[in-house]
Every structure is written in structure tokens, then in C-alpha cells.
């Protein structure tokens, strides 16, 4: 055999086959396929996945029946503007468990993924005829609250539901967890998951007495149940929890 005219050859045939293999595989670069690649998480800005990873949690993997707003709520989307749910998303709501999420607030979300949920909750959540052509008390307090006046409002059109030991909202306790936005909120778009009506009073097909509530009463009830928060919520401590 000659070794020579062997060794010419073999290389030959090696030399083409890699030639081979190198243009196959001009159509794909080094590395992990597009595929693979896992999006930057401050990149994100579909609104299904910001929904799930932020806000889920706590309003409702479809914006209700969680324990926080029902944001799907179409009376909620008709009566927030967008400057006050990008306030909401990007600064929190103290003191209750809203946190802030915008990263110049100490968050993980910039400001184009905040203006993404927000977009999307609009386009998800349509409003379209969410007050029938009636006008709802506004979202800011106008002229002088009453809490004596609240009181006897809230007797009427509040305390039938609130009275039971589990739906009391004049604990000290619970109070303490909600500030007058929040109180404000759920009187006046109320929380249909929940079974509470809105300010129109409306359950089951039929309005409630004292409702519907008007934006002096709403304001009255609200100072009321002002007058009951506590300093020091939920003292005196039991002595057992001294020890």
C-alpha cells in the first residue's frame, strides 16, 4: 500500500468533511438558541406575565376574588383615570399592604412595565357603560365631612352586612389597614366578587336602603369611621402575650 498516496487522501476526505459540517451550520450562531433565551425580567412587558409574577397575589389571578381590589371590576376601571393607577402601582398606598413596584420607589418595575399594566388592564377589563348613565361620587372628598352624620348613614346603608362578626369595618384592628383612598374605593365601586354593592346599592337586581349614596354621604361615612381608628390598634395586649 502506499502510505503516501493513503495519507494524501485521508486528509483530503477529512478536510472535506469539515468544510461540510462548518457550512451546514452557517445558518445558526454559537450558543443557545433564540428559543433558550430567557428575557431580562425588567424587559418584560406583556401584561399577562406582569400581571401573574406582581400582582396576582393578592388582587385575583383574573382581577378578582383575591384579597385585595378586584381590579377587573368594571365600575373600578370606569371610575380610576390612569394617572392615578400609575400612581397606585409605582408609589404603593400606605399604610395598607400595597407595596411601591416602580424602581424609582424601591421596586422591581420600570416605568415602561408599569404603563404596561395599566394599558392592559384597560384593554383586558373594558369599562364601557359601567355606570348606566349615572354619576358616581367623586374620587376625591369635596367640602366638610359629618362623622356624626356618617354614623347614622352608616347604620342605614352599611351596618345590615357589617354588623356579623366577620365583615366588621369599624374594628380599630381593620382600620388600621386602610387609609380614606382605599375606604373611599370600596364604597363607592364596591366589590362585586364579594357580594358588596356599590354606591348605587345594587343586590341582586334590587337597591338597598340608603342607597344610592350621594358624595356628601359617601364623604360622612368615611369621617365616621375615622373617628373610630385607634393609635394603638388592637392594644390592650392580652397578658398571656406579655409573658
Known amino acids: 500500500m502506499n502510505l503516501r498516496f493513503f495519507s494524501a487522501t485521508g486528509f483530503s476526505a477529512l478536510a472535506l468533511a469539515a468544510s461540510l459540517s462548518f457550512i451546514s451550520g452557517c445558518d445558526q450562531a454559537p450558543g443557545a438558541s433564540r428559543a433558550e433565551v430567557v428575557e431580562r425580567p425588567d424587559q418584560i412587558t406583556d401584561f399577562k406575565t406582569l400581571y401573574t409574577q406582581n400582582c396576582a397575589g393578592c388582587h385575583g389571578n383574573d382581577g378578582r376574588n383575591g384579597a385585595a381590589l378586584a381590579l377587573s371590576n368594571p365600575v373600578y376601571q370606569a371610575w380610576v383615570d390612569d394617572a392615578t393607577l400609575q400612581r397606585i402601582i409605582s408609589q404603593g398606598e ?24 395599566v394599558k392592559g388592564m384597560r384593554t383586558a377589563w373594558p369599562a364601557n357603560g359601567a355606570f348606566n348613565g349615572l354619576t358616581p ?42 387609609n380614606n383612598r382605599t375606604l373611599r374605593t370600596l364604597i363607592v365601586t364596591g366589590r362585586p366578587d364579594l357580594g358588596h354593592p356599590d354606591w348605587r346599592g345594587v343586590v341582586n337586581g334590587q337597591v338597598q336602603p340608603g342607597y344610592p349614596l350621594n358624595d356628601q354621604q359617601v364623604g360622612d361615612i368615611i369621617a365616621y369611621l375615622n373617628s373610630l381608628r385607634s393609635d394603638t390598634p388592637g392594644q390592650p395586649y392580652s397578658p398571656h402575650s406579655q409573658q
Not at 400606605?94 to 408599569?114: E, K, N, Y
Not at 367640602?143 to 352599611?158: L, P, R, V
Open 94 to 117: 400606605p399604610p395598607t399592604q400595597m407595596p411601591a413596584f416602580a424602581q424609582s420607589s424601591g421596586g422591581m418595575l420600570t416605568d415602561a412595565q408599569v404603563d404596561a399594566l
Open 137 to 178: 361620587p367623586a374620587s376625591q372628598p369635596s367640602g366638610q365631612s359629618d362623622a356624626a352624620q356618617g354614623q347614622k348613614t352608616y347604620q342605614t346603608a352599611c351596618a345590615q352586612c357589617h354588623s356579623k362578626p366577620n365583615q366588621q369595618v369599624t374594628d380599630p384592628t381593620y382600620l388600621a389597614l386602610v
